[in-house]
C-alpha cells in the first residue's frame, strides 16, 4: 500500500518492440531522466510470473517502477512506445476508431443503477496473439485492477472472445440465485451463491467478493442467447474465454465510475491495438443507457489544450525557449503541438494521456522532454526563512512535558464510527455539530471526531491486555461544523490523556493537569487562573467528575469513565 506500480518487462521483449537493444546503464540513466527507476534482475526471479516458453531461466528482466499517474506505462507495449517517442527512434502512433454501420451493441437496464451502473467497451479486431503478448495483455489488465481501478471497486475489465457472443448483448442486476452460469475454470453450471463458496478458496478472486456480497442483486452480462459473459467484478464465464488462438476480442468494463472507466478502456485498448490486422484501429462499441441515450466507447479523440509559453518558461525556468523548441521536447513525450495566437502554443493530447488535465502537466512532460539536468541551477529571487508554526510548537512542548511524566504518546484517526460517538457519550449522535462523511467506505469511518474522547477509549480497549497501569495521551485535532468558515468546519487542536489501572486513579489525571498547568504559569485561581467546578456529564461517573475552567471559562473536562462507557468500548478496568 502507497507503493508505485512495478511492471517486469523481459529485455529482449522491449527491445523487440523499441527497435533498439540498449545495455543496462543505457536503459537506466534513459529511464531515470524519464522520470521512471529500473532495477534489472533474471526471469526466475520474477514474482508471480507467467510460464512462457520461449524464456529462459537466467532471461535478462528489468523491473521498472511506474508513476500512478500513467497507466499506459503498465504493460511492455506502452512503455515501449513511450520510449520510441523520447529516443526519437519514430513518431507518437496514431490511434482510430474504426467508422462501421453496424456495431456491436450493449443494452443497460434500470436494474444495474443500484449497484454498478455503468459500461463502456470495445473490439480490436484480428489480433495476433502469442504467448508474450497474450500474457502481457493479461498482466496489463492485472496491474489496471489493482492501480488504476482500485482493486476492482471502481472499474472492473472484462475480455471475451467476440466469436463465441452473439449481439446485442444486455447488461443487468438480479439476484444471486437466478444467475446460473459455467464461470471461468470451472467444470458445470452453478448459482452464485454456489459459485461464491467455491471462489472463497480461490486465493485472488475471493478478495473481491465483498464488493458485490452484501448487495441484494449482482451485475451480470448476458448475449443475446442467454449465455453469461461475466459476473463483474468477480469472474468471467468459461464459454467466452479468450484463448491464444483468438482473433477478435470483445472488451467491457463495468464501473461505478464512468470517467475512469473511459480511461481505462482507452490505455488497454491503444497498447494492444497494434497486434491488431489494421494495426492501430479500434472497432467501436454502442451503450444503450437506461434513459434510451446512445454512446459510443471507446473515444480516441485527440484533444486540444493550449499552453501560454510566458508561463511555461516561467514554470520550467528554461528563459529561452522557443515555439520550435517545445513542438521537439513536446514530440519527444508523445505529443504533436503547433504555434498558435497570443504567444501559445496548442498542444494535441493523446487519448493514452488522461492524466493531463492542466498545463502545468504539459509543461512537466516538457520539462522531461527538455532534460531536468540541463535546467540552470539559480538561487530564488525571494529569500524566507522557514518556522514551525506556534500552535504545533506548543503541542511539542506539551508532548514532551507529558512523556516526562510518564505518559506514553498514541496516535489515532481523526476519523471514527457514528456508534463510537455514540457509545462514548451515552447519547445519540448531534449531527449539527458533527461533520460526516459523504460515502463512506467503512462502517470504522463515518464522521471526523469532536472530541479525543471516543480515539482515546478505542486505544484503551486495543491495549487492554498490555501490563498495568496504562498511561496514554495524544494530542491532535478535532473538527467542528463551523458557519463561519469558509469550509463550513474548523479544526481545533486538543489534548487528552487517560490512566487505566485496578483502581480509579483520577488522582494522576488531576495531577498532569497541575502539572500542564505549572509549566504553563498559569496559577489555580477562579479570576485569573485555571480552577475547577463540579461537572453532570452522562459518560463520566457522578460525583467524580469536574469542568476544567481558565478565566471562569470552560476549557476541558476530566472524571472517571462511567462503567457503562466501558462496556461498550470493552474495557474491563477503570479509566
Known amino acids: 500500500q502507497g507503493q508505485m506500480p512495478v511492471i517486469y518487462v523481459v529485455a529482449e521483449n522491449l527491445f523487440s518492440l523499441l527497435g533498439k537493444t540498449l545495455n543496462d546503464k543505457e536503459l537506466e540513466d534513459i529511464c531515470f531522466e524519464f522520470g521512471l527507476e529500473v532495477e534489472t534482475t533474471t526471469y526466475k526471479d520474477m514474482p508471480h510470473r507467467d510460464i512462457v516458453e520461449e524464456y529462459k531461466e537466467d532471461e535478462l528482466v528489468f523491473k521498472v517502477e511506474v508513476p500512478a499517474n500513467r497507466i499506459d506505462l503498465l504493460c511492455v507495449e506502452g512503455l515501449a512506445e513511450a520510449m520510441r517517442c523520447y529516443l526519437q527512434l519514430a513518431e507518437p502512433s496514431i490511434f482510430k476508431v ?18 454498478r451502473p455503468f459500461i463502456v467497451g470495445a473490439v480490436l479486431r484480428g489480433v495476433k496473439f502469442n504467448p508474450k503478448n497474450y500474457n502481457s495483455f493479461i498482466s496489463l489488465q492485472d496491474k489496471l485492477h489493482e492501480n ?10 472484462g475480455t471475451h472472445d ?14 444471486p440465485k437466478e444467475i446460473i452460469f459455467t464461470a471461468l475454470h470451472q467444470t458445470k453450471d452453478m448459482d452464485v451463491t454456489e459459485l461464491f463458496s467455491v471462489l472463497e478458496k480461490d486465493l485472488k478472486l475471493r478478495n473481491y467478493l465483498g464488493i458485490i456480497r452484501d448487495s441484494p442483486v449482482y451485475p451480470v452480462i448476458y448475449d443475446a442467447e442467454g449465455h453469461v459473459l461475466s459476473l463483474p467484478p468477480i469472474i468471467n464465464g468459461e464459454r467466452t474465454k479468450l484463448k491464444m488462438t483468438t482473433t477478435n476480442v470483445f ?13 481505462n478502456l482507452q490505455a488497454l485498448v491503444c497498447m494492444f491495438a497494434q497486434y491488431c490486422e489494421k494495426p492501430f484501429t479500434v472497432e467501436p462499441v454502442e451503450v444503450v443507457a437506461v434513459d434510451k441515450s446512445v454512446h459510443q466507447y471507446p473515444d480516441l479523440t485527440y484533444k486540444e489544450m493550449k499552453l501560454d509559453i510566458d508561463y511555461a518558461k516561467q514554470l520550467s525556468g528554461v528563459d529561452d525557449l522557443q515555439p520550435a523548441d517545445i513542438q521537439k521536447y513536446l514530440l519527444k513525450m508523445g505529443m504533436h503541438s503547433k504555434p498558435a495566437e497570443d504567444g501559445k502554443m496548442v498542444v494535441e493530447i493523446p487519448p493514452t494521456r488522461g492524466d493531463i488535465l492542466h498545463q502545468c502537466d504539459i509543461i512537466e512532460d516538457l520539462i522531461i522532454g527538455y532534460g531536468i539536468n540541463r535546467i540552470p541551477a539559480r538561487l530564488p529571487k525571494t529569500h524566507t526563512i522557514g518556522k514551525q508554526l506556534p500552535i504545533n510548537m506548543f503541542s511539542d512542548l506539551i508532548r514532551r512535558e507529558f512523556a ?36 463512506p467506505k467503512t462502517a470504522e469511518f463515518q464522521i471526523i471526531r469532536t472530541s479525543m474522547l471516543p480515539s482515546i477509549l478505542k486505544c484503551v480497549s486495543a491495549n487492554r491486555t498490555a501490563k498495568l497501569p496504562l498511561k496514554i495521551f495524544e494530542v491532535n485535532d478535532v473538527v467542528k461544523k463551523d458557519p463561519e468558515s469558509d469550509t463550513g468546519a474548523s479544526n481545533q487542536r486538543n489534548v487528552c490523556a487517560a490512566f487505566s489501572n485496578t483502581k480509579s486513579g483520577l ?18 485561581s477562579s ?27 470552560p476549557i476541558g473536562q476530566m472524571g472517571i469513565i462511567h462503567p ?10 477503570p479509566v
Open 98 to 115: 474504426v467508422p462501421l454501420e453496424k456495431k456491436e451493441t450493449i443494452i443497460v437496464e434500470e436494474s444495474c443503477n443500484q449497484i
Open 148 to 157: 488504476y481501478c482500485r482493486k476492482r471497486t471502481l472499474v472492473a475489465i
Open 162 to 175: 467476440l466469436d463465441t457472443i452473439k449481439g446485442p448483448i444486455t447488461y443487468k442486476a438480479l439476484p
Open 251 to 263: 472488451i467491457e468494463s463495468t464501473a461505478t465510475d464512468l470517467s475512469r472507466a473511459k480511461a
Open 404 to 439: 516526562f511524566a510518564g505518559f506514553d504518546e498514541c496516535v489515532t484517526f481523526s476519523l471514527i464510527s457514528k456508534e463510537d460517538q455514540s457509545n462514548c457519550f451515552l447519547k445519540p449522535l448531534d449531527t449539527k455539530e458533527v461533520v460526516q462523511i459523504k460515502n
Open 507 to 524: 488522582e494522576n489525571i488531576h495531577g498532569l493537569l497541575d502539572l500542564l498547568m505549572l509549566k504553563l504559569k498559569i496559577p489555580f
Open 527 to 553: 479570576d485569573n487562573g485555571y480552577s475547577l467546578r463540579a461537572a453532570q456529564e452522562d459518560h463520566f461517573m457522578k460525583g467524580l467528575q469536574a469542568d476544567i475552567l481558565f478565566h471562569g471559562e
Open 564 to 573: 457503562e462507557v466501558l462496556k461498550k468500548f470493552e474495557i474491563s478496568y
